[in-house]
């Protein structure tokens, strides 16, 4: 999560983006889609371009008056992503990806889903949440240390479009 912004961003502060490790995720994401659809029910599915997981997984929360509610520790976010958005004090969840996806499964699905993208390649895909309906409109992230907190839409551009 957060690749391809992290390394847009940092390409733009004059980092040698290759050497830091940082490199953008771009890719389609129809295979993926495939499979998903193929193996079971697809409720929802969102592309991370703009405002990245986090305006997605509000996206879902707002329109279908539910609750997301998403655990830190499953979120793949690389090391050096993490690094790099913590010495910017920018959460990577608002950071653009361009070959990521978030699908809203039913929970016998999602498992099958995850198990079959990483068959294709795709190892850090996971299970990162569930759907509740404890506060409708609101993602809510359990957080490492085991508080919780809510994951705002991001405002403004974080990354500035670059095509």
Same mark, same amino acid.
Not at 11 to 32: C, F, H, K, N, W
Not at 81 to 93: I, N, Q, T
């Given at each position: 999560?957060?690749?391809?912004?992290?390394?847009?961003?940092?390409?733009?502060?004059?980092?040698?983006?290759?050497?830091?490790?940082?490199?953008?995720?771009?890719?389609?994401?129809?295979?993926?889609?495939?499979?998903?659809?193929?193996?079971?029910?697809?409720?929802?599915?969102?592309?991370?371009?703009?405002?990245?997981?986090?305006?997605?997984?509000?996206? #879902?929360?707002?329109?279908?008056?539910?609750?997301?509610?998403?655990? %830190?520790?499953?979120?793949? =976010?690389?090391? /050096?992503? *993490? +690094?790099?958005?913590?010495?910017?004090?920018?959460?990577?969840?608002?950071?653009?990806?361009?070959?990521?996806?978030?699908?809203?499964?039913?929970?016998?699905?999602?498992?099958?889903?995850?198990?079959?993208?990483?068959?294709?390649? #795709?190892?850090?895909?996971?299970?990162?949440?569930?759907?509740?309906? %404890?506060?409708?409109?609101? =993602?809510?992230? /359990?957080? *490492? +240390?085991?508080?919780?907190?809510?994951?705002?839409?991001?405002?403004?551009?974080?990354?500035?479009?670059?095509?």
């Amino acid at each position: 999560i957060g690749e391809h912004g992290a390394a847009i961003m940092a390409a733009q502060a004059g980092i040698d983006v290759e050497s830091s490790g940082l490199y953008s995720d771009v890719q389609p994401l129809t295979r993926v889609m495939q499979e998903a659809m193929k193996i079971g029910e697809v409720h929802a599915a969102k592309d991370l371009t703009r405002g990245g997981l986090a305006s997605a997984l509000n996206e #879902f929360a707002s329109k279908n008056k539910v609750t997301v509610y998403v655990y %830190e520790d499953k979120i793949p =976010v690389r090391d /050096e992503v *993490l +690094a790099y958005s913590e010495m910017l004090g920018v959460d990577p969840l608002v950071l653009a990806c361009e070959g990521r996806v978030v699908v809203a499964a039913p929970p016998e699905d999602a498992e099958t889903i995850v198990k079959a993208w990483k068959r294709m390649g #795709f190892v850090k895909a996971e299970v990162i949440g569930e759907i509740t309906l %404890e506060r409708p409109g609101y =993602v809510l992230l /359990e957080t *490492l +240390a085991g508080g919780i907190r809510i994951v705002e839409k991001p405002t403004g551009e974080i990354v500035p479009r670059i095509c």
